[in-house]
C-alpha cells in the first residue's frame, strides 16, 4: 500500500464528507474516513468483479436475513492491511482496536440463519464464485436488547442514523413495487462481500423501501399534518424492522408485505439484466440463473416470477411454470411446524390479488398431478400450497424447486423420512444434505489471530485460512506438550480479553481463571435454556446442602447470550427466570463465588467473536431432532471449545470429526427419540428424580419474582400439566435433566487436567475443517448450482 496515496484518499474524504483536516476529526468521525477510504480503495476491485460477471451464469442468494458483523476490520484483514492500517491510524493517535468499536454491528439478522447467509457469501467470494446476495436494508434491525429487572426490554437498534460506508446507494438500480393498496420504490444499497488476499468482490444488495409520493402537499397544507405523512410511515414500516411482531393480524400482513417487498424488487432487477446480456429468449434464463430461497420467507419469488414472465414478458403460464422449475432452489432450515410459513389467503387477495391469483394457478396444477404422484385425495389435500384458507410456503416452494436440502445429515432424514417425507416419495432426486458450515475467516482468522498466528506458525503458511482441511496437518502437535501449553496460555489470553470486554460494555466481571461455559442463541423452547438454567440451580442448590465439596469444586461461570421474539412469552420467562438464578447465585457469598451466572444483553457477531475464543464448554442442548443444524457449535469447535450436547443437528457431526471421547455428549439416540417421548411422562421425572422437583417449583413457590406477569406460571405448567393440545414437557427438559447434569459434572470434574483439557480441545481444531462454509459452498455450487 502506497502511504502517500492511502494518506491523499483519506484527506479527500475528510474535507468532502466532514469539512475537517484529519486531526479536527471526532473519533467515530475518524473512524467513518477510514472506512470510506477503504471502499474507495476497493471500488476498482469491486467493479471488475461485476464486469467479469457478466454473461456467467450467476447465483441470486434471497435471505430475510444476513447478519453480516461489522465490516472494518474484515476488509483490512483480508486486504492485507492491518499492519500498515494500525500503524497509519497510530500516527493520528488512535489504535485500530479503539476505532473497530466505534462501528455499530449491522441489525440485518437475529440468529443462526442470518450468520450462516453471511458466511455463505463470504466463502463465495473466497471461491471467486459469482453470487450475489439479496436482502432489506433493517432500518433497526431486531431490536437492541436490555434487561430491566431481569425482563427482556426491545429498544430500537438504531444501527443506521449515522452514515455507514460500507453501503452504498444504487439510485439507477431503483424499481417500483406495486401493492394493491400503494407503490413503493424499492433503492438498493450495495455491501461489498470481500475476499482474503484476493480482489475479487461480491455484492450484498439490500432493499430500502421509499416513498412513490413523499407526502401529501395539499394535506399538509391544511394543516393535517399526521395525514399527510400516513402513506409515507407505512413505506417505512416495510423496512423498520427485521420480524415485526406477527402475533396480530396486521403484522402478520407486514411481514408479507416485506418479503414480497425485497424479492419482487430483486427479480425485476434479475429479469433486467437477463434481457441486457442475453436478450428475450427466457428459456435460457435458467441456463444463467439459480435462486437460493434461504428458508420459506422468500418463496413469494416464486409466483412473482411467474407474474413478471406472464404479465410483463408475454409467456404463457405453461411457459413460465417449467422456468420457474429449474430456476429455483430451496432450503429448509427447520422441523417446527411454527417457522413452515403459512399465511391466509385473505392477505395476499388484500396486497398482491394477481400473485394470489398464480398460486391458485399451482395450487390446481399440483391437484391434477396429485393422483399421478400415487397420492391419495387425503394427502394431496395436506400438501397442497393452498388448503385450509392458507397458502403453505414450504409446499410451494417444495413441490416448484428442483432441488431441496437439509442443513445436516440427520436434519435431511428427518425430513425425508417425516416432516417432507411425501415430497421425498415423489421427488427423491431433488433432496441432498449440505451441512452447514461458518467462515474461518472470520470465526478463526479474524477474532482469534493469537490462535491463527500460532496455527501459520506450525503449518508454515496461512494458506489454511482458504483450505480448513489444512488443519488436520495439525494432529501431529496432539501429545506435543509446549504446543498445548502455548494453545492454553491463548485461552487465558482470550478468557481474559472477554472479562475486560464485558467489564467495560456491561459492567460483568468475570473470572477468567475458571471455566467457562457458554450457551448463546435464540431463546426458545427446544433449545432448552431453560434445561441449563434447572442445572444451574441444582448445582447451586448442591453446593449449599454440601453434596458437593467446596473445596474439590471447579470454579465456574455460566454465561448466557440470545434473544426471545417480543411476542414470546414462554421464551421471555426463560430469560427472566436465568436472571433471577444469576441475582441470587451471584450475591450468595456463601458458595465462595464457585459459580457465577451472567446474561451478556444484545448478543451480536461483535459479542460472539469475542466470546467464541474465550469459551471452554459449548452448551449445545437442543431437543434430539430438533436443531437442523447449528452453527455455534462449529464455531466453538474451530476455537478449541469442547461441545456438551445432545445427539442433535451438527453436534452428531462434530462428534463423528472430532471423535466421542474429545467431547461431553449425552441423552437419547436420534433412532430412539421417539419411542423414549412416546412414553415419557414429566410428571414421573418431577417427582422421582432427585433435586428436579425442588428447582422447578422454585417457579411458583416464590423463591423467584416474575412480577404477577403469571409468566413461571405458564412456563411449570407446560413442562408438568401440559394442556388440552399439547402434551407435557414436549421438548423434554425434565427427561434429559439427570444426564445433562451428570455429563456436566463429568467436564468439570476434568477441568484441571489442563494437558487432557488442551489435547481434547486440539482434537476438535484439527478436525474443524469439514465445517468451514467454503466446504458446504462448494457442495452447493457443483451439486445444486452447477457453477463449479
Aim: charged share 25%; aromatic share 14%.
Amino acid at each position: 500500500m502506497d502511504k502517500n496515496r492511502f494518506q491523499s484518499i483519506v484527506e479527500g474524504v475528510s474535507a468532502a464528507v466532514y469539512a475537517k483536516t484529519l486531526r479536527d476529526l471526532t473519533k467515530h468521525e475518524f473512524w467513518t474516513v477510514i472506512a470510506y477510504a477503504l471502499v474507495a480503495l476497493q471500488s476498482e476491485d469491486w467493479v471488475e468483479t461485476t464486469e467479469e460477471q457478466s454473461g456467467q451464469r450467476k447465483v441470486h442468494y434471497f435471505s430475510a436475513e444476513f447478519l453480516v458483523g461489522r465490516s472494518l476490520l474484515n476488509n483490512i484483514v483480508n486486504a492485507g492491511l492491518h499492519e500498515f492500517m494500525s500503524d497509519f491510524v497510530h500516527s493520528y493517535g488512535y489504535e485500530l482496536a479503539d476505532l473497530e468499536e466505534e462501528e455499530t454491528d449491522p441489525g440485518l439478522g437475529n440468529g443462526g440463519l442470518g450468520r450462516l447467509a453471511a458466511c455463505f457469501l463470504d466463502s463465495c467470494a473466497n471461491l471467486r464464485l459469482p453470487v450475489t446476495g439479496y436482502g432489506i436494508m433493517y432500518r433497526y434491525g431486531l431490536f437492541r436488547q436490555e434487561f430491566e429487572d431481569g425482563f427482556q426490554k426491545e429498544f430500537p437498534d438504531a444501527w443506521c442514523e449515522r452514515p455507514y460506508p460500507f453501503t452504498v446507494r444504487s439510485e439507477e438500480d431503483k424499481v417500483l413495487i406495486r401493492f394493491n393498496d400503494f407503490n413503493v420504490w424499492a433503492v438498493p444499497y450495495n455491501l461489498p462481500v470481500t475476499a482474503y488476499h484476493d480482489s475479487y468482490i461480491n455484492s450484498l444488495k439490500l432493499w430500502r423501501a421509499e416513498p412513490f409520493h413523499e407526502f401529501d402537499f395539499n394535506l399538509f397544507n391544511s394543516q393535517r399534518f399526521d395525514d399527510a405523512v400516513i402513506e409515507r410511515n407505512r413505506v417505512n414500516d416495510i423496512f423498520r424492522v427485521l420480524y415485526p411482531n406477527d402475533t396480530s393480524y396486521d403484522g402478520k400482513v407486514l411481514r408479507v408485505r416485506q418479503q414480497y417487498f425485497f424479492v419482487a424488487a430483486s427479480l425485476k432487477l434479475i429479469l433486467r439484466d437477463f434481457k441486457a446480456e442475453h436478450g428475450t429468449d427466457f428459456t435460457k434464463f435458467p441456463d444463467y440463473n439459480v435462486i437460493q430461497l434461504n428458508d420459506t420467507h422468500p418463496v413469494l419469488a416464486i409466483p412473482e416470477l411467474i407474474r413478471l414472465l406472464i404479465d410483463e414478458e408475454g409467456l404463457s403460464f405453461d411457459q413460465a411454470w417449467a422456468i420457474a422449475q429449474k430456476t429455483f432452489a430451496y432450503t429448509n432450515h427447520t422441523i417446527l411446524a411454527e417457522a413452515m410459513e403459512k399465511w391466509d389467503i385473505s392477505i395476499f387477495q388484500f396486497l398482491f390479488p394477481r400473485v394470489l391469483e398464480i398460486i391458485k394457478l399451482i395450487d390446481r396444477r399440483f391437484r391434477a398431478e396429485g393422483l399421478d404422484f400415487g397420492l391419495q385425495h387425503d394427502e394431496i389435500e395436506y400438501l397442497s400450497p393452498i388448503h385450509d384458507g392458507q397458502v403453505h410456503m414450504a409446499w410451494l416452494a417444495c413441490y416448484t424447486c428442483f432441488s431441496i436440502n437439509g442443513v445436516a445429515e440427520i436434519h435431511t432424514e428427518i425430513l425425508k423420512g417425516d416432516t417432507l417425507k411425501q415430497f421425498y416419495r415423489i421427488f427423491p432426486e431433488r433432496f441432498s444434505a449440505k451441512t452447514n458450515g461458518v467462515t474461518p475467516r472470520r470465526w478463526l482468522r479474524l477474532c482469534n489471530p493469537e490462535l491463527s498466528e500460532l496455527i501459520t506458525e506450525l503449518l508454515g503458511n496461512d494458506k489454511w485460512v482458504k483450505d480448513l482441511k489444512q488443519l488436520e496437518e495439525l494432529e501431529k502437535y496432539a501429545s506435543d506438550e509446549k504446543v498445548l501449553r502455548r494453545f492454553l496460555e491463548i485461552k487465558t489470553a482470550k478468557k481474559q480479553e472477554l472479562s475486560n470486554y464485558l467489564q467495560a460494555r456491561n459492567q460483568i466481571s468475570l473470572n477468567p481463571d475458571s471455566l467457562f461455559d457458554v450457551q448463546c442463541k435464540r431463546i426458545h423452547e427446544y433449545k432448552r435454556q431453560h434445561l441449563n438454567a434447572f442445572a444451574i440451580l441444582h448445582q447451586y442448590n448442591e453446593l449449599k446442602e454440601g453434596k458437593l465439596d467446596m473445596q474439590s469444586f471447579t470454579p465456574v461461570t455460566y454465561l448466557f447470550g440470545g434473544k426471545s421474539a417480543p411476542g414470546y412469552f414462554r421464551a421471555r420467562a426463560m430469560i427472566k427466570f436465568i436472571n433471577e438464578i444469576s441475582r441470587m447465585v451471584n450475591n450468595d457469598k456463601s458458595i465462595k463465588d464457585l459459580i457465577k451466572v451472567h446474561f451478556i444483553p444484545n448478543y451480536n457477531v461483535s459479542v460472539g467473536e469475542k466470546l467464541f475464543p474465550a469459551a471452554d464448554l459449548s452448551i449445545q442442548i437442543s431437543t434430539v431432532g430438533k436443531e437442523a443444524s447449528g452453527t455455534g457449535n462449529m464455531k466453538f469447535m474451530m476455537n478449541g471449545a469442547l461441545t456438551l450436547g445432545t445427539w442433535d443437528g451438527a453436534n452428531v457431526e462434530i462428534v463423528e470429526a472430532a471423535g466421542e471421547e474429545n467431547n461431553y455428549m449425552f441423552g437419547v439416540k436420534p433412532e430412539d427419540f421417539k419411542a423414549t417421548l412416546d412414553y415419557y411422562n414429566s410428571q414421573w421425572q418431577y417427582e422421582n428424580v432427585p433435586g428436579l422437583k425442588k428447582v422447578v417449583d422454585s417457579l411458583v413457590n416464590g423463591q423467584f419474582d416474575d412480577a404477577g406477569t403469571g409468566m413461571f406460571n405458564d412456563l411449570y405448567n407446560a413442562l408438568i400439566n401440559g394442556s388440552s393440545w399439547e402434551k407435557a414437557d414436549i421438548y423434554y427438559a425434565l427427561g434429559d435433566f439427570t444426564d445433562f447434569y451428570n455429563r456436566r459434572l463429568d467436564a468439570q470434574r476434568a477441568y484441571p487436567n489442563e494437558l487432557e483439557r488442551a489435547k481434547m480441545a486440539w482434537a476438535n481444531i484439527c478436525s474443524s475443517g469439514v465445517f468451514s462454509s467454503d466446504r458446504t459452498i462448494m457442495d452447493y455450487a457443483k451439486e445444486i448450482w452447477h457453477i463449479a
